[in-house]
Structures are given as structure tokens and as C-alpha cells.
């Protein structure tokens, strides 16, 4: 069983950063960031497998930089220029591959495949 618990959350201001940290017990190939705001679907932000490949949510693609640091069991997710539209929980999730080895990251695929979530820290950007 993958354990997660997520850390870095706050409060900045429009144009500031944020670093979110996820202790990892367990071993999975794909992990990543998720986030979701009250009344809206749960959507990924960006994916990383265990080869250091990394995929993006458009949206946030040059702002966010998701890595891993194998000796620590820590995935993190660093968050520059945060617009408010950024404000959600931000959830980390380790899940398995498909049958052909690729880290799919829809919320579906990480249920599907053994998945494992954080319990999410607020992450709140003011105007």
C-alpha cells in the first residue's frame, strides 16, 4: 500500500510561488499533482513517471515544475507566476501504468490502476 501526505500550501499573492512537497511510503511508477475547487471535477496539473518524464496541464505549462527525488521519497511540484484561477487542493496521487507502460493521468486512469491519493493541502492565490 502507497501512502501519501502533501505539504506547501498557502496563501500568496497573484504573481507569487508556491512549492508543494508529497512524502511517498511505497513505490509507484506514475505520480503527480492533481487539484479540484468545491463544485468542479478533480483535474490533473501535471504527471511525472519513473524515468523523470514529465507531462503538464496546458494552463500551466512553463509556470509549474513538477520533479522527484528518489533518496528523499518526495515528489514536489514548484509553482511560479500562480494566477488565481490557480486556487484549488492540490492532491498528490501514485498509481500504476497501462498495459503498455505509459503514466496516463486522467483522474479515471488513476482509480483504474491501483491508485493511491494525498489528502490534499489548499493551495489560495489572491487578486
Known amino acids: 500500500q502507497v501512502q501519501l501526505a502533501e505539504s506547501g500550501g498557502g496563501s500568496v499573492q497573484s504573481g507569487g510561488s508556491l512549492r508543494l512537497s508529497c512524502a511517498v511510503s511505497?513505490?509507484?511508477?506514475?505520480m503527480g499533482w492533481f487539484r479540484q475547487t468545491p463544485g468542479s471535477s478533480r483535474e490533473g496539473v501535471a504527471a511525472?513517471?519513473?524515468?523523470?518524464?514529465?507531462s503538464y496541464r496546458e494552463s500551466v505549462k512553463g509556470r509549474f515544475f513538477i520533479d522527484q527525488d528518489h533518496s528523499q521519497n518526495t515528489i514536489s511540484l514548484q509553482m511560479n507566476n500562480l494566477k488565481p484561477d490557480d486556487t484549488a487542493v492540490y492532491l498528490c496521487?501514485?498509481?500504476?501504468?497501462?498495459?503498455?507502460?505509459?503514466?496516463?493521468?486522467?483522474?479515471?486512469?488513476?482509480?483504474?490502476?491501483?491508485?493511491?491519493w494525498g489528502q490534499g493541502t489548499q493551495v489560495t492565490v489572491a487578486s
Open positions: 496521487a501514485a498509481w500504476n501504468t497501462d498495459w503498455l507502460g505509459r503514466c496516463d493521468w486522467t483522474v479515471s486512469d488513476v482509480n483504474r490502476r491501483n491508485g493511491y
Open positions: 511505497g513505490y509507484s511508477i506514475c
Open positions: 511525472i513517471d519513473s524515468d523523470g518524464n514529465t
